[in-house]
Every structure is written in structure tokens, then in C-alpha cells.
């Protein structure tokens, strides 16, 4: 409507003009043009170079990091190009009206170039929400990204229908109200998009991901850092430095482990095994605890139980047998052994689980877990600290008698067979 009222306010000052002037219409006609295409320019040159820095300027000034954003995404700049084509909207209608066909087809040109500048404009101004968000961190609580693509796609058909409307000279509204007759279409073509948007919902809602979180969906060969959440997809960079692509609503649908908690625990657990050849496990003879006695970490334990064994052991008749005796075994102190080890291991978290513990036997040995946690969760150095701590065991097992389980190999079978007698 003030578009309207302003045009035939010049359309009336033209007509004056043009009624008292001396050149003829067609030649008018042109200089009005050029005049227009030169009050356009101007209009650009005078938004671009004071408007636009001064809001710059000011943005600078009151909030640094959404001036970066709004600046990076040169959202003040779609302006400088708005103006332009508003003036030419106003004016060159006008000045060709007395060419019908060309007036219409130039106003909705003028139009649809204005619709799609507008659209940039808004563009721009989400991507600079978008960044905003990421820089204030909240893109790790929150999906942004993702319903900046809704908003997005949302303002694309808001566009191509008024577009239409435009080119068809009706009301929008009539298109708008067609929209139903298609929603069946719609809802078919973006199932994946629709979908996604719920599952990002309910993925922000739950705090089940966000971004650099660690995540591991072995369905879908993904084991790495979420680098970017979107509408319908989630970006994982695996650790070997391959893209996974996953769509949003598979980690609604399906399971997968997220090792956020451990990052942020301060501990990363270590849960391995050394199995322990059954036949190597036998009481300790007392020159043997003796010997034993010598490590540092095993002097209180033997001590104690020692103690606890002997008074234990004199509550039996003189002449009992040896089996109704207790007695210390190479396993239970090597066992107590690990466990003051870990204690005693500045790489070991004390403030979390420790625990050295028999598992169930198998045809490959007895199962000597260790269960305890690290104090860093950074990878590599979790690797190195788990890596020397069975170094040790196995370097100090032969302490205790006992010896790691093992299945024979070509070389032990040759080194057997050479070791027969020759008369065999």
C-alpha cells in the first residue's frame, strides 16, 4: 500500500513535469531512466560507504563477537544492494508505464529481485546467528545449525510461493491455501528432512550428543569427534581421519556409546586380563615369603595375613594334616601384589575403582583382571599407561612362580621333538 501511494505521487509529479517540459516523450523518457539507474547508484554508494560502516561501527561497539559475525557474513552489506532496487522499483515502473506490457514484466522483475535479495539478507543473518551461537558455545548443548536449516527451508517455499504469486499476479494467500492438497507430496519427498528435525529435537532435548562429543555406532562404522550436527546429518570425523556421515534419526533409532562421560570423568577405565597357567599356581614355601618380604609393596600385606594365618593355624590339633592348614599361595600375593601396585601408580586414578579379582577359568587359564582407572582420558597417554602397567606384570610374574598361559606354537613342537631321546 505505501509503495503504491508513494508511485502515484510521483506518477503525478512526472505527468507535470513531463506535460510542461519541451522534449518529447520517447526522449524523456530515457533521461528519466539514466536519472533513475543514477539516483539508484547513488543510493547504493550512500548505504554501502556510511550506513554499512556505521552500523558496523556501532556494532563494535556495543557487542564484539556478534559485529565479528554480522561482519563475516556481510549481512549489513545486502542492504547497500536492497537500495538500489527499491529506488529502481519506485521509479521505473513509472517512467515506462505508458508501455504496458514492458512496465509489468520490469515491476515484477524488480519484484522477484527484491524477494531474493530479502532472502540472502535473511540467509546471512541466521548464518550469522549460527556463528554467534557456536562462538557463546551453546551449539554443544543445542542443535542450532539445525533448525537454522529449518528456518532456512522454511523461508525458501515462503519465497518460491510468493515468487509465484508474483509472476501469476494473485494473492499469496490463494497459494497458501493449495499448500494442503500437497502436504501428502511434501511429507513423502522430505520424509528424511522431517524426520531428522525430530530427531535433532529430541537428540537436543535429551542431551544425547553435541558437538565434539566422542561416539562410537559400530553399525555404521562410526568411532570418532562430532565435528558438525545439521538437519539430517551428523558429521563424525573417526580417528583413523575418515568422514562418517550418519543421518540424524539413526541415533534416535539405533544405540550407540557416547564417551563424553568418561572424557569429562577425568578417568578411563582399564579393564584387562592376564591369564595364568593353572598348574603354576601353588602354596609358598617359607623361604619363598621370605624372599617376597623384600618387595616394599607386599611387606604390611604378608605381615598381616601371616598373623592372621598363624593364629588361625594353632586353634588346629598337633597332629592335623597339612591340608587343613591355610597358607599363603603364589596368586593371592601376587594378586595383593597388583593391588598395591596400582595404589602405589601415580598414573592410576585413586579416587576411582581399584580392584584386582580372579575371573571364571577357562581352557586358557585362569583370568587375573585388573580393573582401575587412568587419570587422563587423552588416548595416547591412556594406551602408554595401560602398556607399562603389563609390562611390569608379566616382567614380575616369574617372582611369584607363575607363569602367563600360552598355546604352543610350530616352535615349540620343534624345539619338543628335538629334545627326545634318540631310542624313542
Known sequence: MIEHHFRDVVADKLSTYMSTGNLDGGTMTIVLIVLSLVMALICFFVAHHVFVRFFNHILTKTNKPLAECVTNNRV????????????????????????????????????????????????????????????????????????????????????????????????????????GVATGFVMLVFKDTILGFVAGIQLSANRMVSLNDWIQMDSYGANGTVEEISLTTIKVRNFDNTITMLPAYAL???????????????????????NIDVNSIRFVSDEEIAELTKLRLLRQYIFEKSKEIDEYNQGLEQDDVDANQRRLTNIGLFRAYLN????????????MLIMVRQLQPTPEGVPLQVYSFTNTTEWGKYEGIQSDL?????????????????????????????????DI
Open 76 to 179: 549489513f552489506e545486502k542492504l547497500s544492494i536492497l537500495t538500489p532496487l527499491l529506488v529502481l522499483n519506485i521509479f521505473i515502473p513509472i517512467v515506462i508505464g505508458h508501455y504496458e506490457i514492458l512496465s509489468s514484466v520490469v515491476d515484477r522483475v524488480l519484484a522477484i529481485l527484491i524477494l531474493l535479495v530479502i532472502l540472502w539478507m535473511v540467509y546471512c543473518f541466521l548464518d550469522a546467528v549460527n556463528d554467534l551461537a557456536t562462538y557463546k558455545g551453546i551449539t554443544r548443548r543445542m542443535p542450532i545449525k539445525s533448525f537454522v536449516q529449518l528456518i532456512k527451508l522454511f523461508t525458501f517455499f515462503v519465497g518460491v510461493i510468493i515468487t509465484i504469486s508474483i509472476l501469476a499476479n494473485e494473492a499469496p494467500v490463494i497459494l497458501f491455501s493449495g499448500l
Open 252 to 274: 534416535v533409532q539405533n544405540a550407540f556409546i557416547n564417551w563424553q562421560g568418561m572424557s569429562e570423568s577425568g578417568g578411563r577405565r582399564i579393564t584387562r586380563s592376564v
Open 340 to 351: 598395591a601396585y596400582l595404589h602405589a601408580n601415580k598414573d592410576i586414578h585413586q579416587y
Open 390 to 422: 603389563f609390562d611390569h606384570i608379566f616382567a614380575i610374574m616369574p617372582q611369584f612362580g607363575l607363569r602367563p598361559f600360552q598355546q604352543l606354537t610350530g616352535h615349540d613342537f620343534a624345539a619338543g621333538q628335538h629334545s627326545l631321546p634318540r
